[in-house]
């Protein structure tokens, strides 16, 4: 049976660097939101706020990919059920199971050093400042999640725990 692997997390976490080796390691498919987000807004035709629009895109090929027998890992903030939702709706439709992978970073003074001092690889992509990370809504858990805590840990310490997290 194939598996989303659904990440959520506030930005600055950790959670692209554990997607990206995670699917390096297991052979799944990655979908990275924020590359999807910069090609659309590189586009010049796209709204400065995709909304839900990105989201639903990726649910769709994540969809596409389960339906192969692939094992697929969502990388995005999911911060409000409706997102959570939507991929719940999207694994489930194809018979998929779904796994929650929250990653947070425990320590704030950490959390606001790793956002200030971050750069991305995608070329365009504007990173949220801290005051932004820190004002972001961001939704309490109504589903059994895995979290993996990456305060004063290093990233292949936190894959190590979550392959093993996962795996049980």
Same mark, same amino acid.
């Given at each position: ?7 959520? +997390? ?10 990206? *080796? @995670?699917?390096?390691?297991?052979? %799944? ?14 586009? +010049?035709?796209?709204?400065?706020? @995709? ?33 959570? $939702? ?8 194809? +018979? ?14 950490? *959390? !606001?050093? !790793? ?10 992509? *504007?990173?949220? $400042?801290? $005051?932004?990370? %820190? %004002?972001?809504?961001? $939704? ?29």
């Amino acid at each position: 049976m194939a598996r989303l692997i659904a990440m959520a +997390g506030l930005p600055g976490v950790g959670k692209s660097s554990i997607a990206q *080796h @995670l699917a390096r390691r297991t052979g %799944a498919v990655w979908l990275r939101i924020d590359s999807m987000d910069q090609a659309i807004w590189a586009s +010049g035709t796209a709204p400065s706020d @995709l909304f839900d629009s990105t989201y639903r895109a990726a649910q769709a090929v994540a969809a596409d990919n389960l339906a192969l027998g692939l094992d697929v890992i969502a990388d995005c903030v999911n911060d409000c059920q409706e997102a959570r $939702d939507g991929w719940e709706t999207a694994a489930r439709r194809i +018979g998929a199971e779904v796994k929650w992978l929250e990653v947070v970073c425990s320590d704030p003074l950490e *959390h !606001r050093r !790793r956002v200030e001092t971050r750069s991305s690889d995608i070329v365009g992509l *504007h990173l949220p $400042d801290w $005051d932004a990370v %820190a %004002a972001r809504a961001y $939704d309490k858990w109504n589903r059994d999640r895995i979290v993996i805590d990456t305060a004063h840990r290093n990233l292949e310490v936190c894959v190590d725990e979550a392959l093993d997290l996962l795996r049980r």
